[in-house]
């Protein structure tokens, strides 16, 4: 299974990036998937998640309203819209699977982790 993540990069304030996640090695349509991130000296926080077929979304508190999580099943992907950008979204931004669950919001959810992308947001 892999899980490669792509998008991150240097944006000022106020702007926007899309992240995306490329899966492969498993049967999309049946995991679950999300976003986490993880700042430098601190535990890997959740993000946003989506269901098997993108019916259901959820999001953290602090990027409700400004990230959308979307997935296109036929291409294995899993996206993150991300506008609005402030400097405390600068981490590294990691997706997640899971099939046993319906529901990813803590690490211990998942079955399987991307390496990750970098997004630095400057003020």
């Known amino acids: 299974v892999q899980l490669q993540a792509s998008g991150g990069g240097l944006v000022q304030a106020g702007g926007s990036l899309r992240l995306s996640c490329a899966a492969s090695g498993l049967t999309f349509s049946s995991y679950v998937m999300a976003w986490f991130r993880q700042a430098t000296g601190k535990e890997r926080e959740f993000v946003a998640g989506?269901?098997?077929?993108?019916?259901?979304?959820y999001y953290a508190g602090s990027v409700k309203g400004r990230f959308t999580i979307s997935r296109d099943n036929a291409k294995n992907t899993v996206y993150l819209q991300m506008n609005s950008l402030t400097p405390e979204d600068t981490a590294v931004y990691y997706c997640a699977a899971a099939r046993s669950t319906p529901y990813i919001t803590t690490p211990a959810h998942a079955d399987y982790w991307g390496r990750g992308t970098q997004v630095t947001v400057s003020s």
């Open positions: 989506i269901s098997w077929t993108g019916g259901s979304t």
